[in-house]
């Protein structure tokens, strides 16, 4: 057998054998993308895709050009995935800055 034959040379399961069971949730990394549901299904490609780039948008904090370098893809392809999958919302949110929030009325009084 050749060694582009032989599954197990890369890592992967033989062809008749049964898959190693996909790690618990305590045994998954932090980032880790989950890519089967709750009934062991393989997720559409859509969700991961879209978990990923929830992601890194909170990852880089929102800075959209270095979410598109790390992601290899171009910004206005972010942009439109963006679009296309429905995550504007994690962009607003990615770039809320964080901490103390001050009031209008504060901020008078600071003055």
Known sequence: MKDWEDPQAHGLP?????AAAPPSAAERPAAALTLLDSA??????????AE?????????????????????IGRSTLYR???????AAATAEAKRPRGI?????AKT???
Do not use: C, N, W
Request: aromatic share 4%; no cysteine; charged share 25%.
């Open 14 to 18: 033989e062809a008749g054998g049964a």
């Open 40 to 49: 062991g299904a393989i997720r559409p490609l859509e969700d991961i895709e």
């Open 52 to 72: 990923a780039i929830r992601f890194a948008i909170a990852h880089y904090r929102g800075h959209m050009s270095e979410v598109a370098r790390r992601l290899r």
């Open 81 to 87: 995935k963006l679009d296309a999958l429905g995550l």
């Open 101 to 105: 929030a001050v009031t209008p009325q």
């Open 109 to 111: 009084e600071l003055a």
